[in-house]
């Protein structure tokens, strides 16, 4: 059976989990905005945060829009950071 075939069967197979104070932050191409489904929001209680980057899919991870993302994302961690912000024991 081939790789594509093993991707096929898994896929048909699978169902996704819902996950108690699961927070989901989705990145979107422009074009596949319209595309989004509220599929995700099953598996949250929490309303799902979407993101959409104002360019094609195929052109997302290239300059200048790479850069755009990154920084979407890089505000995204460091909001999860403050708002989880763990305290770590310290070593006496």
Same mark, same amino acid.
């Given at each position: 059976?081939?790789f594509?075939?093993?991707?096929y069967?898994?896929l048909?197979?699978?169902?996704?989990?819902a996950?108690?104070?699961?927070?989901?932050? @989705?990145? $979107?191409?422009? /074009?596949?905005?319209w595309?989004?489904?509220?599929?995700?929001? !099953?598996?949250t209680?929490?309303?799902?945060?979407?993101?959409?980057?104002?360019?094609?899919h195929?052109?997302m991870?290239?300059?200048?829009?790479i @850069?755009q $993302?990154?920084? /979407?994302?890089?505000?995204?961690?460091q909001?999860?950071?403050l !708002?989880?912000?763990?305290?770590?024991?310290?070593?006496?």
């Amino acid at each position: 059976m081939s790789f594509i075939s093993h991707f096929y069967e898994a896929l048909e197979r699978y169902t996704p989990t819902a996950l108690p104070g699961l927070a989901i932050t @989705l990145f $979107l191409s422009s /074009e596949w905005r319209w595309k989004y489904s509220s599929t995700l929001e !099953k598996l949250t209680e929490m309303p799902v945060q979407v993101h959409e980057v104002p360019v094609y899919h195929d052109n997302m991870f290239v300059e200048p829009w790479i @850069l755009q $993302l990154a920084t /979407e994302i890089d505000q995204c961690l460091q909001e999860a950071d403050l !708002k989880y912000e763990v305290s770590l024991p310290t070593k006496s």
